[in-house]
């Protein structure tokens, strides 16, 4: 089977480290939190100034990098789908699978939908059978486009009845029993 998954959020924990770097920044400037998201100006300053660090030194989630092991062990590929673009990092796609290689995550390709594909575009054209992944827009969008996909949501922000789990053991448990 040829499983995406998302990264931000989902592999890693990008909103906690958005907000940490937010707090320093905020600190830093002597603005505060509410201020600088409001502002186009400050908020464009901010990512400029800490997208590249938030997406070396952002954290990765429980279980994880076990799963993936185990799932591709058992003959599934894994390919990395994400939005993350060049336009904000020059050199993201490299910092984003040294990230990947630093943490111990086995994966047979990385994609990007970022240059006017949609994730659910790259899902069909890249035959993926399942997409893993935190944003509704994204399920939304690939179950629209006849894919399938399990929202992870382990912070627990949707109430969705199926398809739905909070951490990578369910995960591992949703995919192993998979049948399309
Ligand atoms: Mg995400």
């Known amino acids: 089977m040829r499983i995406g998954i998302d990264l931000d959020d989902t592999i890693c924990r990008t909103s906690e480290m958005v907000h940490e770097k937010m707090d320093e920044y905020s600190a830093k400037t002597n603005r505060d939190v509410l201020e600088i998201m409001s502002n186009e100006l400050i908020r464009e300053q901010f990512f400029d100034e800490y997208l590249p660090i938030i997406y070396k030194e952002v954290v990765i989630k429980h279980d994880v990098k076990d799963v993936i092991r185990r799932l ?13 673009k060049q336009s904000q990092i020059p050199n993201i796609m490299e910092i984003t699978d040294k990230w990947l290689e630093d943490n ?15 994730k659910a575009d790259v ?30 949501d382990d912070r627990d922000k949707y109430d969705l009845r199926q398809d739905y789990v909070t951490s990578w053991l369910a995960a591992e448990e949703y995919i192993n029993k998979f049948r399309g």
Request: charged fraction near 25%; hydrophobic fraction near 30%.
């Open 123 to 152: 899902c069909k054209r890249e035959h993926i059978d399942l997409m893993v992944d935190d944003n509704p827009y994204n399920y939304k969008t690939i179950v629209g486009n006849g894919g399938k996909c399990l929202l992870f």
């Open 104 to 118: 111990g995550i086995e994966f047979d390709g990385l994609f990007t939908s970022a240059y006017g594909d949609t």
């Open 72 to 84: 591709r062990n058992k003959g599934n590929e894994i390919y990395i789908i994400t939005g993350r």
